[in-house]
């Protein structure tokens, strides 16, 4: 049983990879934070393979999950399932990143990324488009994540979602984001945490949870020192939570050669996906403004921790 297991979490993980590979295509421009960029997702990684592709699912559903020895999550019944998506993607356009700090900002992506899968809109797929829709979010927001993290432990991915939203009382067993909050951590923070399935299992042996703390104790938990440059820094503290234009930047700062400060300042802040601009389709607008992105409040907040 344990060696089909394997196997068949094999054949998903090959199957899940060739999925991301695929939909290198969709790219940011063409990404949509709404329903309907949701379901085109499913269309695009899907037409051809089922004839339900970027349909809402009309029926409910469950599924034998091998880290719940068989059991399933519960999912959103079918007359709820727009409503269920809209509400949890207007939840996340409402929330105000400029109050978390990395670790905030991890927890609050795998709390939202759970919710949605949760949902399952789709009979099948739901994994996969899941994991494209928040890699294209996440590199809306300024994160230069690629699809290697979630193409190489797909499995691992899947069954931390389950683990996020299982829960038998009756057996004591809560919902657990830990594994999920792994995954994210490594994704965005550049940590090195052990990603392992047989952790995940329901009523692990006793002997396989001290295997886990060792493995635990081995793993770096400690977030890298993010290597920002002086210039970068001290952009991210004047602008902090304005919008400001170029000019005001620049006074904000104490500069007056425009050359230096788009090359020493704005540049690398652009580059290292912590600067974004209000209107990014026109540059040249007369009203446009520089702003943090998602990831430089992140990293605005903690440097007001140590200041």
């Known amino acids: 049983m344990a060696d089909r297991n394997r196997v068949a979490g094999s054949r998903w993980s090959e199957t899940l990879r060739l999925s991301y590979r695929d939909c290198t295509q969709i790219t940011e421009k063409t990404f949509a934070f709404t329903l309907v960029g949701l379901t085109s997702i499913h269309r ?15 029926y409910n559903i469950t599924k034998k999950e091998w880290v719940l020895r ?3 999550v519960l999912y959103v019944s079918a007359p709820d399932l727009r409503n269920a998506i809209e509400y ?4 996340e356009r409402q929330f105000d990143y400029a109050k978390v700090d990395r670790n905030g900002l991890v927890s609050h992506i795998a709390k939202f990324v759970s919710g949605l899968w949760q949902i399952h809109p789709f009979g099948e797929g739901n994994t996969r ?4 829709f928040t890699i294209l979010y996440l590199r809306s927001m300024g994160f230069d994540v690629t699809n290697d993290l979630f193409a190489n432990h797909s499995w691992y991915f899947r069954n931390a979602l389950v683990r996020a939203n299982y829960q038998n009382v009756q057996k004591g067993i809560m919902r657990n984001s830990e594994y999920l909050e792994r995954f994210f951590r490594n994704l965005l923070l550049g940590e090195t945490n052990e990603l392992r399935n047989r952790y995940m299992v ?13 493995h635990e104790d081995r793993t770096s938990t400690e977030q890298p020192t993010v290597q920002v440059p002086e210039q970068v820094r001290v952009l991210l503290i004047a602008l902090s939570n304005d919008q400001l234009s170029l000019k005001g ?15 020493n300042y704005i540049n690398p802040a652009f ?3 912590f600067l974004k601009v209000l209107y990014p ?23 007001k921790k140590m200041q």
């Open 202 to 214: 329901v009523d692990v042996p006793e002997e396989l949870v001290a295997e886990q703390t060792l």
């Open 129 to 132: 488009t899941t994991a494209v």
């Open 88 to 91: 949890d993607l207007e939840q």
């Open 249 to 263: 930047l620049m006074e904000k700062v104490g500069l007056k050669h425009r050359p230096t400060f788009l090359e």
């Open 44 to 58: 695009r990684i899907f037409d051809g393979v089922f004839n339900f592709a970027g349909q809402i699912r009309d």
């Open 271 to 273: 580059e290292a996906g």
């Open 70 to 72: 068989g059991d399933t």
């Open 281 to 303: 389709d026109k540059p040249n607008h007369p009203r446009q403004k520089n702003l943090l992105t998602a990831k430089g409040l992140a990293l605005y907040n903690e440097i």
